[in-house]
């Protein structure tokens, strides 16, 4: 309490008392207040919060694993095929002929001798492709994550402070002179309690927001921006081998079942309560305050008494009230329920292990499994048909002032309107699941349809292979005929080339020839002549 006030407390005090100690009517009026019927009560409560901080390191603990599959993420690597002119295409396959014989208007030409010369060709080439059911598993389990937190940090900001209460009630009937007075008193002082426990909750509120900017930042992240717009995957998860295997989406699975196992705030509310002790100057002082507030209001009654007369009066009319009972309240603080998701992954899961140890069982004992599921429908549906009939039967309501024939009237008439309504809901149940048969149907006979062109299609796409390699195998053949008719007549233009080198060199050689036979004939002629001459000689 400040010193200021302190001081003036004495100083009214002495006035009081100086004021009191020579007034015969103050001494007889206190004298009446302490022998009537007086009720004193002095109570403090003393309520503190503490939060829960565990859920915050776990949840700083999936981050790591959530920051990691950001920075090196899972990709799956499509083939993509894309038409494009022949200048910018960098790889074809087999697939970029039969795209072309099917496509004849991106063929340019085609050469003499059987050239096939393509305008467009049907290019492919590998791309990432980020949103693979796993990545979007993180991207829903970051979105739940955030509103897991706000909820918790809103909550958080709004719950009340530790504080201490004092009270003091009073409760005094007493008679002086031909009056009867009643005075009620009620006083409470809050104050805030400032100590380590607060500045601890401080902390636990400090770690939330600085959680929440965490989560930003990974929202802020080139892969959380590029699954912005894909599709969100809700529970059930599906548990793939990347889910089960790779220790960072494993660790993201165990925080979506512990945001579906703990929907609670996680804060203790401890409020402790003691009656205080008044001592006689306390008391004393409280007279004082009865005495002053009686004659406050005993002078002013008297002194606007008259100007009540001219106001106005209206009658009223007491209604018969019936009795009800009373009952004491206590009050709880239980943890808040912050979360109610339509279908609970903790729960699912361990409902679905059930019923599958339970078919498994079945099996072993020999039954098909038709009758292990038919079983298994069985039971579940004739669980939910006894809650039902509990629920429904439980008489929550109370028929105060009733007859006990009214009663089971009340009760009978409150059962068949909760029947309908499991009719209705059943209703809606049937039509769904109807309407569900009905869709899985027509599924199944586009899929019949699917499977029947599929298998035609890889009939004729087979055909179609055969006869390309046949058409591949005859050109080939031409490709090699054509090359040795070339080698051919390559071969006779060489023999040819050879053959006209031997006329050359024959004609040469008969030149020769013809010189040495007339040599030889010259030579015979200078021969005979010499011989004549020898025999003129003789």
């Not at 809050?190 to 401080?202: F, T």
């Not at 609970?344 to 679905?352: A, R, T, V």
């Not at 015979?524 to 002549?529: A, P, V, Y």
Request: glycine share 2%; charged share 35%.
């Amino acid at each position: 309490m400040p010193k200021y006030v302190e001081e003036y407390y004495e100083k009214y005090l002495k006035l009081a008392a100086k004021l009191n100690s020579n007034s015969p009517f103050y001494n007889a009026f206190i004298n009446a207040i302490k022998s009537g019927n007086n009720q004193l009560a002095r109570k403090q409560t003393k309520e503190t919060t503490t939060f829960d901080e565990e859920w915050i390191e776990k949840i700083n603990s999936y981050l790591i694993s959530i920051e990691n599959i950001c920075l090196k993420p899972r990709r799956f690597m499509k083939d993509v095929q894309e038409v494009v002119p022949t200048e910018l295409a960098k790889k074809t396959t087999k697939d970029a002929i039969r795209h072309l014989a099917q496509n004849t208007q991106y063929i340019r030409e085609v050469s003499a001798d059987g050239f096939v010369i393509p305008k467009k060709v049907l290019t492919s080439y590998k791309d990432e492709d980020l949103g693979i059911y796993e990545n979007r598993f993180v991207s829903s389990a970051l979105n739940k994550l955030t509103i897991f937190i706000e909820r918790r940090y809103q909550a958080i900001l709004k719950i009340p402070e530790s504080y201490k209460q004092n009270d003091l009630k009073l409760n005094s009937q007493f008679s002086y002179e031909d009056s009867e007075f009643n005075v009620e008193l009620k006083i409470g002082v809050k104050e805030k309690m400032n100590y380590g426990l607060e500045s601890k909750n401080s902390i636990v509120i400090e770690k939330i927001a600085k959680l929440r900017e965490r989560i930003r930042r990974i929202n802020g992240t080139s892969f959380m921006k590029s699954l912005a717009s894909s599709k969100k995957v809700n529970s059930p998860i599906m548990k793939t081998n990347i889910i089960l295997k790779d220790p960072n989406y494993h660790m993201v699975y165990n925080m979506w079942l512990f945001m579906d196992t703990y929907n609670t705030l996680g804060f203790k509310v401890s409020r402790r309560m003691k009656n205080l002790i008044l001592n006689d100057d306390y008391i004393e002082d409280i007279y004082n305050i009865v005495a002053i507030n009686s004659v406050v209001s005993a002078v002013n009654e008297e002194s606007v008494v008259s100007s009540y007369e001219s106001l106005p009066e209206k009658e009223k009319i007491e209604k018969s009230i019936k009795p009800a009972t009373i009952e004491d309240k206590v009050e709880v603080f239980p943890d808040y329920e912050m979360e109610d998701y339509s279908i609970n992954e903790y729960y699912f899961n361990k409902s679905k292990g059930q019923m599958k140890s339970d078919i498994t069982k079945s099996l072993k004992s020999g039954k098909t499994k038709e009758e292990a599921y038919q079983k298994i429908l069985r039971t579940f549906f004739n669980i939910n048909e006894k809650l039902l009939n509990d629920v429904i039967s439980e008489n929550e309501e109370k028929y105060e002032g009733m007859s006990k024939i009214e009663k089971e009237y009340a009760l009978m008439d409150r059962q068949i309107k909760l029947y309908n309504l499991v009719r209705s809901e059943k209703s809606f149940d049937l039509l769904k699941t109807t309407k569900e048969i009905k869709n899985k149907r027509k599924d199944l006979k586009i899929l019949k349809l699917r499977i029947g062109e599929q298998k035609l299609l890889e009939k004729e796409e087979k055909r179609y292979i055969n006869a390309c390699d046949k058409v591949n195998e005859t050109i080939t053949n031409y490709i090699n005929e054509r090359n040795k008719y070339e080698n051919i007549i390559e071969n006779l233009k060489v023999i040819k080339q050879y053959n006209n080198k031997i006329a050359n060199q024959c004609r040469v050689l008969e030149n020769k020839e013809a010189q040495h036979n007339k040599n030889i004939e010259k030579i015979h002629q200078q021969i005979l002549e010499k011989i004549k001459k020898v025999k003129v000689w003789k």
